[in-house]
């Protein structure tokens, strides 16, 4: 006997074989073909809707002041699986030494990290498909203020990005406490993406929950992105990126808020306005990197990454406000090493891919 032919036999079959149910689907159909015509791509997440100026080409994910020393060796490839030591001196921010382990497979990512201080990091991510992966981050440390954990669940689409995200949630004191976010991002067109981010947290449960929503909106053409987000605290930042040529990259951001405490009449003589722009360049060379940026408040910085050798690279940093009268450098040094298993490991496995 024929599936259809036991659907229709079933005692509960008018559940999915009446009139609605077939309107509902047949309209679901259309949409999705409708939709899959349209040729949309995935525009990524609301976390990272300006990633190419404010992660690739500002440095402020990659400056550091002092020395700094950093030792890696690798075991294996796959899975990965290495281990490095780091150490600091005349650093802001940076413990004096630091030792961290890494393994990584197709779908799980471990990461630890524990400084001389006793404070311990992990970051984990495993991906259940190919379209849903979970995040988690905590630090452990001897002060009970700074201990965190943070909980990510990210599903893709074909045209969307759904988030959901939980800091330090709690259910200790009787109720729910922490913060979560959740965001939502879709492509309308195959340039242009919209979506919103709604934020709830408490602290406490002798205080109110508090919450708030911020909206955005990506362009993406060929050779060029452009980005606005407005948050619910009176914040606005744009930025724009635009590949020049193949290995020059420039970005602009705005950051513009508002906050309450200026003179004046009317509704907006009572908000005190701040503004900062940012503007960076970054150069990609066959064997180094550099970054440059300089913002309104009078802060030029830039970032050197020179390879010397194949397993060894320099970097230098430095930056200067002009405004406060200070200046900052920082030079590193990064060595790895695999030995001549791990090379061999690596050659087989790229002789492998290129057979057919």
């Not at 939709?35 to 791509?41: K, M, N, T």
């Not at 630090?139 to 700074?146: E, G, R, V």
């Not at 990259?249 to 940012?278: C, I, M, W, Y």
């Amino acid at each position: 006997m024929e599936k259809s032919e036991v659907e229709k036999s079933s005692p509960l079959s008018f559940l999915t074989q009446n009139a609605v149910i077939t309107g509902l689907r047949d309209t679901y159909s259309s949409f999705s073909d409708r939709r899959e015509a349209l040729g949309l791509s995935n525009p990524g997440t609301v976390e990272n809707i300006a990633r190419e100026v404010q992660k690739d080409v500002f440095l402020n994910q990659y400056a550091f002041t002092g020395l700094r020393a950093d030792l890696t060796k690798a075991f294996s490839i796959k899975p990965l699986f290495q281990v490095s030591h780091a150490f600091s001196m005349g650093s802001q921010g940076l413990p004096p030494y630091t030792f961290s382990a890494l393994f990584g497979t197709n779908k799980l990512f471990l990461q630890g990290n524990v400084d001389n201080d006793g404070q311990l990091s992990a970051r984990g991510e495993y991906r259940w498909t190919p379209s849903f992966s979970s995040k988690v981050n905590t630090q452990i440390a001897p002060s009970p203020t700074q201990a965190m954990i943070q909980v990510d669940n990210d599903f893709s689409g074909k045209d969307f990005t759904a988030s959901f995200k939980s800091i330090n949630p709690s259910f200790i004191e009787g109720g729910l406490t922490g913060i979560f976010i959740g965001s939502y991002l879709q492509s309308l067109t195959p340039g242009l993406a919209l979506g919103l981010e709604s934020v709830w947290q408490r602290a406490a449960l002798n205080t109110g929950p508090e919450t708030a929503i911020s909206y955005c909106a990506r362009y993406k053409s060929n050779d060029w992105i452009a980005s606005a987000q407005l948050q619910a605290q009176g914040a606005l930042n744009t930025s724009f990126w635009r590949r020049l040529t193949d290995r020059v990259e420039a970005g602009v951001d705005l950051n513009l808020q508002f906050a309450p405490g200026g003179r004046g009449d009317g509704l907006l003589g009572s908000l005190r306005k701040e503004a900062v722009t940012t503007i960076g360049a970054k150069y990609d060379f066959r064997a180094s990197t550099f970054r440059a940026q300089v913002d309104s408040a009078g802060k030029l910085s830039c970032l050197l990454e020179k390879r010397i050798a194949p397993a060894v690279q320099l970097t230098f940093a430095g930056d200067i406000d002009h405004f406060k009268q200070q200046a900052k450098i920082g030079l590193a040094v990064s060595i790895e090493a695999g030995g001549e298993e791990l090379e061999n490991q690596a050659q087989l496995q790229q002789q492998q891919q290129e057979r057919p």
